[in-house]
């Protein structure tokens, strides 16, 4: 794993990056997605039924948090399942989850 220089300047592509993947955690419903799909893998009904959506809300914040490598895909058949693409992510919404719940 790369490790990060305190004294680097940041590159443009990573400062996109960065932001990008702030942006996806300042939705609530991505988060919630987020936060089932650490517990569990689910397909696009799972998490719908889970979390009370519409299969359409669901699909399309998958499709932004996959376009951002968030969370990946694998095809079972008829069906995809969702997954976190890998922890670094899912480490930073725990932090936050962990902030948040703090006095």
Request: hydrophobic share 35%; with cysteine; proline share 3%.
């Amino acid at each position: 794993m790369e490790e990060l220089e305190r004294n680097e300047p940041l590159q443009e592509e990573t400062l996109n990056t960065v932001s990008q993947i702030f942006k996806a955690l300042s939705e609530p419903t991505r988060i919630k997605i987020l936060h089932l799909l650490f517990q569990k893998e689910c397909s696009v009904n799972e998490i719908a039924n889970t979390l009370g959506m519409l299969q359409s809300t669901v699909s399309h914040q998958l499709r932004f948090l996959k376009s951002i490598r968030l969370v990946k895909s694998r095809r079972a058949g008829t069906s995809i399942y969702y997954s976190p693409d890998d922890d670094h992510v899912m480490n930073i919404l725990e932090q936050t989850l962990r902030h948040a719940k703090h006095d």
